[in-house]
């Protein structure tokens, strides 16, 4: 009996050491990864216009639909401005606006995308998206003002951090290790 108390008391160490030192796992969620932005027009998914890019610091896309307005990518979040007054949008289509799409599929699914700030009103229920597309529907806003911004905050699902695995993999084993017969 002593001997698997001691055993169990060697695997709660090894497993209280590991917990200490265990680092959450902070992979990046667009950071370095490829993603397609277009201005979809007269309906979602019609890439009017687009371009792939990778996401990085400073803005991603310039000129937006025709030069209306820039997309700036952060590793969570997305940055609209309008670089001119106007921009009728509304009531031309069913979707008259930003797409971002998962190009190589290198992105968890999203869980998440939600305006977060405007500058000038832009409704919330606007932006929409699903496991590998964020879309921003202009069409639900009248003019857009110049400078006027639109910020979204992203989510998606939690990769397994690698500590909580190997904490996994230890527990088996001692459980295995304290189990094992002398000869």
Known sequence: MSNFLSKTGSAIAI????????????????????VRLSHDFPAMGANNVAVDEVVGPGIEWMTGYAGTYQVDVSDTSISITFNNAGGLWLGCCIFNGFHLNDVGNTVASFTNAALSSSSFGFPAGAVTFDADNIYVNFAAFGPTPAG???????NVNPA???ASIALIGLGLFG???GRRKPA
């Open 15 to 34: 497993i209280a050491s590991v917990l200490l030192v265990a680092v959450p796992a902070q992979a990046s969620l667009l950071l370095g990864k490829t």
């Open 160 to 162: 397994p951090e690698p």
């Open 175 to 177: 459980l295995a290790f």
């Open 148 to 154: 006027g911004t639109i910020n979204i905050e992203l």
